[in-house]
Structures are given as structure tokens and as C-alpha cells.
């Protein structure tokens, strides 16, 4: 079954950190260009990172230098490390392929709130 499985979210101060993880399964996890994107309440969803299979990055702007994406391609897992968290953080977070991107997962809030 072709599924992604997102988690790791949660309540975290501003400034604080967290990682978020992907659990990918029905496809040839190696093969593809993975991404996360999130999304805030009454905003469209936008991607923050990105990573090949064999490990070249990119990130938005908003997220540059704080955020890393990294992926363990024999385990079939994504995961996000998000560092020096601001209040503009806070969204549900998704991860997916770049192309041919599958059905979304339920995405895991992240909450940066004093």
C-alpha cells in the first residue's frame, strides 16, 4: 500500500526544536524527490525543503539555515529537523514527492507558542 505517515509534531517554544518524520512505504523510496511542505490555518500550503535521492537539498527561504532535511532511504524515512522555531512555524507539516505526488497524509501540527 502506497501511504506516507507523517509524525514527531507537537507544542514547542519559540526558539525551540523539532524533528519530524516520514514513514514512506509502497514505492521505490530511493528513486524520488521528497519534500515537505506546511501548511498554516487560512494560508495555502507551501513547501519548505526538499531533498534528492542521493542527498542535494533546498529550502525555502523562510526556513534557510534553520531547518534541515534529511533521509534514510533503506528505512524508507524522511525527516525534518526544525531549529530556532518562530511563531510563523506553526502549521501542519506534509511530506510528499515532488513529482507524482502521491495523496496528501494527515500531516503533523507543529504549534510554537509561549
Known amino acids: 500500500q502506497v501511504q506516507l505517515v507523517e509524525s514527531g509534531g507537537g507544542l514547542v517554544q519559540p526558539g525551540g526544536s523539532l524533528r519530524l518524520s516520514c514513514e514512506a512505504s509502497?514505492?521505490?523510496?530511493?528513486?524520488?524527490?521528497m519534500g515537505w511542505w506546511r501548511q498554516a490555518p487560512g494560508n495555502q500550503r507551501e513547501r519548505v525543503a526538499s531533498?534528492?535521492?542521493?542527498?542535494?537539498?533546498d529550502f525555502a527561504d523562510s526556513v534557510k539555515g534553520r531547518f534541515t532535511i534529511s533521509r534514510d532511504n533503506d528505512g524508507k524515512f524522511l525527516y525534518l529537523g526544525m531549529n530556532s522555531l518562530k511563531r510563523d512555524d506553526t502549521a501542519t507539516y506534509y511530506c510528499?514527492?515532488?513529482?507524482?505526488?502521491?495523496?496528501w497524509g494527515r500531516g503533523t501540527r507543529v504549534t510554537v507558542s509561549a
Open positions: 509502497g514505492f521505490t523510496f530511493e528513486n524520488y524527490v
Open positions: 510528499n514527492r515532488l513529482l507524482g505526488p502521491l495523496p
Open positions: 531533498i534528492t535521492g542521493d542527498g542535494t537539498t
